[in-house]
């Protein structure tokens, strides 16, 4: 099975600065997606930006981009001009593009905004 | 409402009690998930249902757990004599199809409490 790591339990970013969250994960396929998703206190997991294996160029919505790095097998999130609302639980997910059932979910990144 | 409800938010139970959590996806969708959320954990996959397909239910922790979709729409996931071990959230997603880019859409969780 694939398994998704995020090496980071907790990060801190001042408002208006930029803070990255990291994501790295194992497969043998070629072919799947990767997404960012956010879970703020409310529980409701919200998809903030995903990215197919196969295109080179990365992802970017808004104040969010990624990072990707495919040979890395690394997916980092930027977040730039971070706000208060950003404050929330971030998980890195994986897909497969061929067996593409299941999502396989990291551990989480708690991000605090700091005012 | 047009997202993915679930009921009840939170239960609190007795230990070998047995409870069902509802899910109610948007409307449409063919995919449905279940997912346990464990406190400081990410999301860990129960079990997973496309259209009229058999259900992979290959991250069903023990025959205690189980699940049904009626009519393509509504699932139910049953856990039965429940242990101290089951208390954590259970995450519902529904997705517009079961493969490739599609993003999940979650519910916001009903909180099992086991006592």
């Known amino acids: 099975a694939q398994t998704v790591t995020q090496s980071q339990p907790e990060m801190s970013v001042q408002e208006a600065e930029t803070v990255t969250l990291s994501c790295t994960y194992d497969t043998s396929e070629s072919d799947y997606y990767l997404f960012w998703y956010k879970q703020p206190p409310s529980r409701q997991m919200i998809l903030v930006i995903r990215?197919?294996?196969?295109?080179?160029q990365n992802a970017t919505e808004n104040r969010f981009s990624v990072n990707f790095q495919k040979a890395a097998k690394s997916f980092s999130l930027k977040i730039s001009d971070s706000q208060l609302g950003d404050a929330a639980m971030y998980f890195c997910a994986y897909r497969s593009g061929d067996t593409g059932n299941q999502f396989y979910f990291g551990t989480g990144t708690s991000l605090t905004v700091i005012p | 409402g047009a997202g993915v409800s679930q009921s009840p938010s939170n239960k609190v139970t007795e230990k070998g009690k047995d409870v069902e959590l509802r899910c109610d996806p948007i409307s449409g969708h063919t995919a449905l998930y279940w997912y346990r959320q464990s406190l400081g954990q990410g999301l860990e996959f129960l079990i997973y249902?496309?259209?009229?397909?058999?259900?992979?239910k290959s991250g069903l922790p023990s025959d205690r757990f189980s699940a049904e979709r009626t009519g393509g729409s509504v699932s139910t996931l049953t856990i039965q004599r429940t242990q101290q071990e089951d208390s954590a959230v259970y995450l519902c997603?529904?997705?517009?199809?079961?493969?490739?880019?599609?993003?999940?859409?979650f519910g916001p969780g009903t909180r099992l409490t086991v006592l």
């Open positions: 997603a529904s997705s517009p199809r079961g493969l490739g880019f599609a993003e999940q859409f």
């Open positions: 990215q197919e294996a196969y295109k080179q």
């Open positions: 249902f496309q259209g009229n397909s058999a259900p992979d």
